[in-house]
T-cell receptor, first 114, second 111 residues
């Protein structure tokens, strides 16, 4: 049981490049989400999914796309990277989005956009 | 919009002391409140979850309380140890809308 895994751990992009941050969980969780963590801002929700085939926007969705074709995987796509997207990205999952559900976080991807 | 404030932003205490971390929030319509621990360069680890109908939760040396009427939560750490050094984050859950986080308290326990 690996929990929530994220790849890559580190990435450097040039402005305008695209890439996909991978997230997978092996706990059969319905709910998955992406956050970004910036100094002085705390963690902010980018996108979330309540189940396979269902996604929705969070607080800061611009510049990012997501899809959820399977229960296990929830990739985050940067369409055209910008320096403002330099951040640490965390994926999280929980059994559902219910009141008693603890969220489990991955180890993060540190992204730098030059 | 929910706003979460954590005070103090940083705290340094000698080993063995009992300490309290504070979290305040503006909207009492919450599903739950969670306390997380984050070590440098690492992900978040959930410490305690308090459902909106509960008043407190305990795990080992940790005790978290929730007072929705005043918009406050506290995390009490008993008999602190150097291994408790980390950033502690308070987060409020609103169901499918995810978590709203405070900016954290950076805690250092001096040996």
């Amino acid at each position: 049981n690996a929990g929530v895994t994220q790849t890559p751990k580190f990435q450097v992009l040039k402005t305008g490049q695209s890439m996909t941050l991978q997230c997978a969980q092996d706990m059969n969780h319905e709910y998955m989400s992406w956050y970004r963590q910036d100094p002085g801002m705390g963690l902010r929700l980018i996108h979330y999914s309540v189940g396979a085939g269902i996604t929705d926007q969070g607080e800061v969705p611009n510049g990012y796309n997501v899809s959820r074709s399977t229960t296990e995987d929830f990739p985050l796509r940067l369409l055209s990277a910008a320096p403002s997207q330099t951040s640490v990205y965390f994926c999280a999952s929980s059994p559902t989005s219910g009141r008693s559900d603890t969220q489990y976080f991955g180890p993060g991807t540190r992204l730098t956009v030059l | 919009k929910q706003e979460v404030t954590q005070i103090p932003a940083a705290l340094s205490v000698p080993e063995g002391e009992n300490l309290v971390l504070n979290c305040s929030f503006t909207d009492s319509a919450i599903y739950n409140l969670q306390w997380f621990r984050q070590d440098p360069g690492k992900g978040l680890t959930s410490l305690l979850l308090i459902q909106s109908s509960q008043r407190e939760q305990t795990s080992g040396r940790l005790n978290a309380s929730l007072d929705k009427s005043s918009g406050r939560s506290t995390l009490y750490i008993a008999a602190s140890q150097p291994g408790d050094s980390a950033t502690y984050l308070c987060a409020l859950g609103g169901g499918a809308d995810g978590l709203t986080f405070g900016k954290g308290t950076h805690l250092i326990i001096q040996p």
